[in-house]
């Protein structure tokens, strides 16, 4: 027999399983600066994360910034701002050019640094790198890091990436995933 407290758990996660917009995992912690790219001015009628752009200094942990699509104007891009500060080496950008191609799955890595505070202490962070982007159509962007660390992979059936959340100073620390419903297949309504 289910206790109220599993009921209320199951009711829960059913419907998560069931919004429109669905927010992933937390990858890495930070105090630093917040981002949410959806607050740009020009971010409206749900636009999705199309590219990017990785940056590098000379240590092998990138920042990115993010490009996105809207579903009623697919010919303008909106960009963010670009997270962290590693933007000297180079810069190697990837969009998913697709019709209709969405990503459905990310992966990347969360590594240990140990970076000098401006008060002369070290201390330990936690830095997301190698982002990875898998599409619908089976495409996936290409690794700009081979740095080890813990990996992390999302990816919500039935759901599309929509955007991008996180904070960040020197390098991207924390990044959470923001997930769109997708036209359901054997219904007559239209998520997106």
Known sequence: MQTQLNKTVNLLNNEKKNSFVLSGQIFGHSNEK????????DFKYLPYLNGFCAQDNDDGLESYQ???LSPLNE????????????????????????????????QGRLVKKSV????GTNQT??????????????????????ELGEEFNEQYDGYTLGYVTGRSAQYIEQLQFI??????TN?????L
């Open 34 to 41: 917040s981002f949410d790219d959806s607050l740009a001015a």
């Open 66 to 68: 993010f490009f996105y």
């Open 75 to 106: 010919k303008q891009i909106i960009e963010s701002d670009v997270h962290g500060n590693q933007t000297k080496n180079f810069k190697k950008k990837f969009d998913f050019s697709g019709k209709n191609e969405r990503i459905i799955q990310v």
């Open 116 to 119: 000098s505070s401006s008060n």
């Open 125 to 146: 962070i936690s830095v997301i790198t190698g982002l990875e982007f898998i599409s619908n159509e089976g495409r996936v962007s290409p690794l700009y890091s081979d």
């Open 179 to 184: 997930w769109y419903r997708t036209k359901e």
């Open 187 to 191: 219904s007559d309504e239209d998520y």
